[in-house]
């Protein structure tokens, strides 16, 4: 399979340069999420289209939960960070996978959260191994993949922990 380099520019003097794969095999994850995700309208979680996934050449998977203290931490830098860059880049994604233990638990993290992003449905996140093969063994995890499913940047380097902000600041600085 032949790829090409592709320069993504991700804001002032972000530069994130990845190998990206012919329109033949793109839309690997698009795939996996299409028909799966959720966005919250009021104070529910409903079925989304999320038109721009299609074309993400660039999802983050988003592993965290309400009742994670850490999580509570992070997301909030994670919203400012997603505000910022979605209406510059509409090529980046972020599909929030909950580690929470119901889906109104889902859904009220969701809400508190002011998560601008689709979230993958409750019931299809649970036993996922698709998407779930990404996530690291604690969160909140952060990992962002290509549109074929290679990870670019991850949480986790093998079990070292070195946390979300690590994805974010390969950003920033790549």
Known sequence: MKTNSLRFLLGPALILVCC???AADAQTIASQLNGK???????????????????????????????????????????????????????FEVVFVSEDESANAMEKYMGEMTMPWPALRYS?????????????????????LN????????????????????????LKNS
């Open 124 to 144: 299809a996140a649970k036993g996922n191994r698709a998407l779930n093969k990404y996530a690291g063994p604690g969160i909140p995890c952060l990992v962002l």
């Open 37 to 91: 995700l959720v966005a919250l309208r009021g104070k529910s979680a409903l079925p989304c289209a999320a038109p721009d996934l299609p074309q993400a050449k660039y999802i983050a998977l988003y592993f965290s939960a309400g009742w994670c203290g850490p999580c509570h931490q992070f997301t909030p830098a994670l919203v400012k960070f997603y505000n910022e860059m979605k209406p510059k880049y509409p090529g």
């Open 20 to 22: 990206v794969a012919t």
């Open 147 to 170: 549109e074929k499913g290679e990870v670019l940047s991850h949480s986790y380097e093998g079990t070292n922990y070195l946390g979300p902000y690590k994805v974010m600041n390969d």
